[in-house]
């Protein structure tokens, strides 16, 4: 599932492009996909609106119209936004340019076509994605539950969000009402940068330990963004290319590799259905 920093990938090279562009149109093969709202209603309302800003919220991307209309995207597992320009061949859209020649970016489900001869589609092998439109009052009590933005927190917030919380760390990572915008990928590798194991119990991290936390966590997700995200699986950034971060990464999907720290052996486990990515010798 896309991350906070490949959705901040997203979002970045999405206001680059389409700020001040209008919606003409929207075609979809999967209106279920449509959550809040039907595909028939939605193609109404953004009709002639024009796109004011982009921006994330957690892993949603938010589109700002020029009424007092948001349209959120929210990729889910396998889902990426691309922007190019696609026609009918035959049964299928096909992109100009590379873009179809990765078949991650052969699963389109919805496209949004864009004044100024710019198309904004979202390919998404397992049709998981959510697109939902709301009023900007109405959204903000939605999205109100997600937890503080890594990138805001002072360690002083960061600590007192630990305060007398209970279950093992790797798991209240990923809490997106804990904290928004931290998955599988990230929690792992955070982890390992801070040398603190995925069974440890939150309750008994001491702060200096937590100091060590929270600076993985800043230091992974800025570097993260700066390779503009992982793509060991489906994701792709707007251009249709891939994320470089899978070739840093330290621990995730390495299960039996020395550990690039102390030379032991990564361990994979299971932590409530999901994996966890971590060295047995370098994390207490």
């Given amino acids: 599932m896309p991350e906070l920093p490949e959705v901040e990938t997203i979002v970045r090279g999405l206001e680059k492009r389409v700020r001040e562009r209008i919606?003409?149109?929207a075609w979809t093969d999967s209106k279920k996909l449509f959550k809040n709202i039907s595909f028939e209603d939605l193609r109404k309302k953004i009709k002639g609106k024009k796109i004011k800003g982009v921006r994330r919220r957690g892993k949603n991307i938010l589109f700002d119209l020029s009424d007092d209309g948001v349209l959120l995207i929210h990729q889910k597992i396998s889902g990426h936004l691309l922007l190019g320009k696609w026609f009918r061949r035959g049964k299928e859209w096909v992109a100009k340019g590379a873009?179809?020649?990765d078949p991650a970016n052969r699963f389109l489900r919805a496209i949004f076509f864009l004044?100024?001869?710019l198309d904004m589609a979202l390919s998404d092998l397992r049709k998981f994605a959510k697109i939902e439109l709301w009023k900007r009052k109405d959204l903000e009590e939605h999205l109100k539950s997600l937890g503080p933005e890594p990138s805001e927190l002072t360690f002083k917030e960061f600590k007192n969000l630990f305060s007398s919380k209970k279950g093992k760390i790797k798991q209240i990572l990923m809490d997106q009402n804990f904290i928004a915008g931290i998955g599988n990928i990230y929690a792992s590798e955070i982890?390992?940068?801070a040398r603190i194991s995925p069974l440890?119990?939150?309750?008994?991290i001491k702060e200096e330990e937590l100091k060590r936390i929270y600076l993985a966590v800043k230091k992974i997700l800025k570097k993260a963004i700066k390779l503009q995200g992982d793509s060991f699986s489906d994701f792709r950034t707007v251009s249709g290319e891939k994320g470089r971060y899978q070739n840093f990464a330290k621990v995730y999907q390495k299960e039996?590799?020395?550990c690039p720290g102390c030379r032991g052996k990564i361990k994979r486990i299971k932590q409530g259905g999901r994996s966890s990515f971590f060295c047995p010798s370098c994390q207490k």
């Fill in 99 to 101: 873009i179809s020649l």
């Fill in 115 to 117: 004044s100024g001869g």
């Fill in 200 to 204: 440890r119990e939150a309750s008994k």
């Fill in 191 to 193: 982890l390992w940068e």
């Fill in 256 to 258: 039996g590799e020395p």
């Fill in 23 to 25: 919606f003409l149109d």
